[in-house]
């Protein structure tokens, strides 16, 4: 339990929103490390204007793979 929440707050204090850290860490069973590639990769996807679902979907699919995940954002962003 102490590894969660000492790994929660680090990612609420690097800004990412709690109920997407929380959301990040339940899918990653609390790994620190896939949780912030996932949180860093749904940020940048976020900002460039994907939806959420649609992003953590193909996140999901791809493992984090940002390339595939990204082609795959734009091929059904057409």
């Known amino acids: 339990i102490l590894k969660y ?3 929660w707050d680090r990612l ?13 860490m339940e ?3 609390n790994s620190e490390e896939k949780a912030t590639e996932f949180l860093t990769l749904m940020t940048q996807f ?5 939806q959420h679902e649609d992003i953590k979907e193909v996140l999901l699919v ?7 995940a990204l082609e795959e954002l734009m091929t059904r962003s057409r």
């Open 5 to 7: 929440l000492s790994a």
């Open 12 to 24: 609420c204090k690097e800004g990412y929103k709690e109920r997407l850290v929380e959301e990040a």
């Open 46 to 50: 976020d900002e460039m204007g994907f």
């Open 27 to 29: 899918i990653f069973q």
């Open 62 to 68: 791809h493992n984090n793979h940002r390339e595939k």
